[in-house]
């Protein structure tokens, strides 16, 4: 399975569609997140995602803010939403007859505001079969993890270790372009 997640806050631009686009095309991913486009997702006429043989599966619900978490994915996956919050969509989906469950995460900067998603991510834990989260974070596991400015605070590192040992994930090194492009090919947690 092919997953994609883009930051990318243009995707109302012609260029940032044509890059999405021709992307879509050349690696075809089963499913895609696109975070913080910081448009309305009506701005983008429904033709252009039906043109990549994608649909919409959910946008993240944060009330009256715009949604910064889109999900799609391909015609013929059929997934159910089994969690949407201001900061994360999860869902189950049949992959070679398993049921998994995918999360993508938009986290919030403040990390006592991202408690709420560590919570929301152990609950979806509960799924208890094959899971996989991706997304950014806003957060990291320790100072080795960043690069430049101040160094990460202490507490909010401890938080979210606790949060990705008490949901058993296993963390996977990143790939992609200079675009913030990532392309996972592995499910994060196989039990």
């Known amino acids: 399975m092919k997953i994609f997640y883009w930051n990318i806050r243009g995707i109302a631009n012609t260029r940032s569609q044509l890059e999405f686009s021709n992307f879509c095309r050349i690696h075809k991913p089963d499913f895609i997140c696109i975070s913080e486009p910081m448009v309305n997702l009506v701005s983008i006429p429904a033709f252009f995602w039906s043109s990549l043989n994608l649909k919409l599966v959910t946008i993240n619900d944060r009330g009256s803010s715009l949604s910064n978490i889109w999900v ?8 159910n939403i089994i969690s949407n ?8 989906v049949l992959v070679d007859n398993t049921l998994c469950c995918l999360s993508f ?19 979806v ?11 950014d ?21 401890k938080e979210f270790k606790r949060m990705s040992d008490s949901c058993d994930l ?3 090194d990143t790939t992609g372009s200079p675009l913030y492009m990532v392309e996972w090919l592995e499910i994060a947690r196989t039990h």
């Open 72 to 79: 799609f994915c391909q015609m013929h996956f059929a997934p």
């Open 170 to 172: 296993i963390y996977l």
């Open 105 to 123: 995460v938009y986290a919030l900067k403040n990390p006592f505001t991202r408690r709420q998603l560590w919570q929301d991510l152990v609950d």
């Open 85 to 92: 919050t201001s900061q994360q969509v999860s869902v189950t």
């Open 125 to 135: 834990s509960l799924f208890g079969g094959p899971w996989m989260v991706i997304g």
């Open 137 to 157: 974070f806003n957060a990291v596991l320790g100072a080795h993890e960043k690069s430049g400015g101040c160094p990460p605070m202490r507490l909010a590192c």
